[in-house]
């Protein structure tokens, strides 16, 4: 079963722009992880980020998580072509599964 | 990390045959997942492979079906038995850390005709 649910399912934006992604969850998590997939690729991990952290960055990604809220956004600024790929967030379940969204389509135009 | 090589890559498979997914990690991991990610779709959850044990199974999939091997800690293979259109679909495996974090195969994308 789906836990978290991405908003836009999918993002158009120029190259050099910033992109952002939100997340939203059912159930209190641990941990929630954001990851890439490039078309017809396996996925990537990207960041993970704990229940008690608000903010994160890695690079050009920036990660927010609000727990009373159940949600996660995801920044990726000066967006570049390679961005282009689909990302979603996934959150920890029992047994050492993860849940993993429906995802963002993130298409980075020239 | 984990460099983990699935194959094959793709495939083309008649209808009422089975297909083979192997998958090779580089290094000794207790936890492997088998995923499928229908087209244009997020991953679902197959089964969990551990070593030694015999696979757990989520909802909606069974092991007639989707018999796993796991006979070390760095290989795992997904048969998909007596396929139909419906199995097309890319299958995924993974690997799982203590950190929570997976290592992902690069997939393999199998069609049904």
């Known amino acids: 079963s789906q836990q978290g649910e991405e908003d836009p399912q999918a993002l158009s934006i120029q190259e050099g722009e910033n992109a952002t992604m939100n997340c939203s969850y059912k159930?209190?998590?641990?941990?929630l992880q954001w990851y890439r997939q490039n078309s017809g690729r396996g996925l990537v991990h990207l960041i993970l980020i704990r229940s008690n952290e608000r903010e994160k960055h890695s690079g050009r990604l920036r990660v927010t998580l609000d727990t009373s809220k159940k949600s996660s956004s995801l920044l990726i600024t000066a967006s570049r072509a390679a961005d282009t790929a689909s990302y979603f967030c996934a959150t920890d379940a029992r047994d050492d599964k993860i849940i993993f969204g429906k995802g963002t389509r993130l298409h980075i135009l020239p | 990390s984990a460099v983990i090589s699935q194959k094959p890559s793709r495939d083309i498979c008649q209808r009422g045959t089975s297909l083979t997914i192997q998958c090779q990690v580089d290094?000794?991991?207790?936890?492997m997942f088998w995923y499928r990610q229908q087209p244009g779709q997020s991953l679902t959850l197959i089964a969990t492979?551990?070593?030694?044990?015999?696979?757990?199974?989520e909802s909606g999939f069974v092991i007639d079906k989707f018999p796993i091997s796991r006979p070390n800690l760095t290989f795992s293979t997904l048969t998909v038995s007596n396929m139909s259109p419906e199995d097309s679909s890319i299958y995924l495996c993974?690997?799982?850390?203590?950190?929570?974090?997976?290592?992902f195969g690069a997939g393999t994308r199998l069609s049904v005709l």
């Open positions: 159930t209190s998590i641990n941990n």
């Open positions: 993974s690997v799982g850390t203590r950190k929570n974090i997976q290592y």
């Open positions: 492979a551990n070593q030694g044990s015999e696979a757990t199974y």
């Open positions: 290094s000794q991991v207790t936890m």
